[in-house]
């Protein structure tokens, strides 16, 4: 699908037609010119880079602030202190806001990138997305930092509690007892973002170099689900979830979430908690563009293109007026 190139083809477009393609892509309906599509996509593609590399800039930036501030002595330590946190804030904020302009935009762009799809000349052919190389490792290493800057709180306040001590009590030894308490707090919420780490780390395997989802005769396989949606499940299809809390890329509906569920390559008891949002009867699965190396346009235009020769049987109610067929 011919592209133009993403830096400068969304502002080369005149004022008038940018607010134009804003419009009709916030009340649904596709822009009408191929030209105007292809800018919006190409739009997306810069956001998404964009965003994939604030991950590591933060992984490199927050170790080094808070190691910073924690071997800087003299009259200033507080000050130092109080610029890391600022900093933190600041960094935070910034990634907070650039996240929200995407998704915004990406739920805009969403009727472009289907269109787009659909004129895709390749048609129905095996297509492959491969995981995000070390894209996904650095999903997971954020969490493991928070059990670690937890051990490093919990050690650092147990040491300020027997340096207060031997301040207030000099001479006596020190009570452990009186940290005993916080220390159980500490410790059972360091549980919690390291079994969150290594949740994350089976779903993904993100050492894994093989496929991260692939569109075939088959259907569609989602490593992250450890399953193949036959076509004969596939009801929908779009490029973003319904929910503003989905991500983009390769959206499927599904006719029956527990027949996923129940398909799925994981232990059965590790259905119940890696797959709950199907078993709570969501119909929707994103195959999410952020843990893949490319953007899932080439996915999406495949899935259609079998979609088409593979049309699911009629069901009353199931796409509820949402997405595309």
Not at 13 to 37: C, K, T
Not at 140 to 169: C, K, N, Q, T
Not at 214 to 221: L, Q, S, T
Not at 257 to 272: H, N, Q
């Amino acid at each position: 699908m011919p592209m133009p190139e993403p830096a400068t083809a969304w502002r080369d477009l005149p004022a008038a037609r940018r607010d134009e393609a804003r419009r009709v892509g916030r009340a649904d309906p596709v822009p009408a010119d191929p030209a105007v599509q292809d800018a919006m996509i190409a739009r997306h593609h810069a956001w998404l880079r964009r965003s994939r590399c604030l991950t590591p800039v933060i992984l490199l930036l927050v170790p080094a602030v808070v190691l910073g501030t924690s071997y800087t002595g003299g009259p200033g330590r507080s000050w130092v202190r109080l610029a890391g946190i600022v900093t933190m804030v600041l960094v935070a904020t910034a990634v907070l806001g650039v996240e929200i302009l995407r998704g915004r935009w990406a739920r805009t762009v969403a009727p472009a990138r289907v269109a787009a799809a659909l004129r895709d000349p390749r048609g129905a052919v095996p297509t492959t997305a491969r995981p995000a190389g070390i894209g996904s490792p650095l999903i997971a290493i954020p969490l493991f930092g928070v059990s670690v800057l937890y051990l490093y709180l919990m050690i650092d306040s147990v040491g300020m509690e027997r340096d207060l001590r031997a301040e207030v009590f000099p001479g006596q030894p020190f009570d452990w007892a009186a940290v005993r308490g916080w220390a159980v707090v500490w410790a059972l919420t360091l549980l919690v973002p390291a079994v969150i780490s290594l949740v994350q780390l089976y779903r993904l395997r993100p050492f894994d170099r093989g496929a991260a989802a692939r569109v075939d005769e088959a259907g569609i396989w989602i490593r992250q689900l450890r399953v193949t949606v036959p076509w004969a499940e596939v009801v929908g299809l779009h490029a973003v979830g319904p929910s503003r809390r989905d991500g983009t890329g390769l959206a499927v509906q599904v006719r029956d979430p527990d027949r996923i569920v129940a398909l799925s390559a994981y232990p059965t008891w590790a259905r119940r908690y890696l797959l709950w949002g199907l078993r709570g009867g969501n119909r929707w699965i994103v195959v999410d563009e952020q843990l893949l190396r490319e953007p899932a346009d080439a996915l999406l235009a495949a899935a259609l293109a079998y979609q088409a020769t593979h049309p699911p049987a009629v069901e009353s109610g199931a796409q509820s007026g949402w997405g595309w067929w």
